[in-house]
Nanobody, 125 residues
């Protein structure tokens, strides 16, 4: 199982970015997948989750602004981020864990076994 993020950049407040995560080694329907972010001085937090059968949930802080999607043909995950704010600044990670049962993913980073290397998002005011 391998994950590799891309798409991070520096933008101004109100801007948009789309992060990509190339995913390989997965069997459809058996993984929870998520986007996490880590900011200076803060714990790693989940922002969007996709359960093994496609149920998507979001952290309250990004609802209505971020959209998690998947292209199963290309084995890519995406995080479309709109109306970005300085508090969205951080290193963004794609993560996954194997599950036979979780249709709604666990929000704890410790549950996730597989991680990408991260991509930096910086939002300036």
């Amino acid at each position: 199982v391998q994950l590799e993020e891309s798409g991070g950049d520096s933008v101004q407040t109100g801007g948009s970015l789309r992060l990509s995560c190339a995913a390989s080694g997965f069997t459809a329907g058996t993984y929870c997948m998520a986007w996490f972010r880590e900011s200076l001085g803060k714990e790693r937090e989940g922002v969007a989750y996709r359960g093994r059968l496609g149920t998507i949930t979001y952290a309250d802080s990004v609802k209505g602004r971020f959209t998690f999607s998947r292209d199963s043909a290309k084995n890519y995950l995406y995080l479309q981020m709109n109306n970005l704010a300085p508090e969205d600044t951080g290193m963004y990670y794609c993560a996954a864990y194997f599950t036979w049962t979780d249709e709604v993913c666990d929000s704890s980073p410790g549950r996730y076994r597989h991680w990408g290397q991260g991509t930096q998002v910086t939002v300036s005011s």
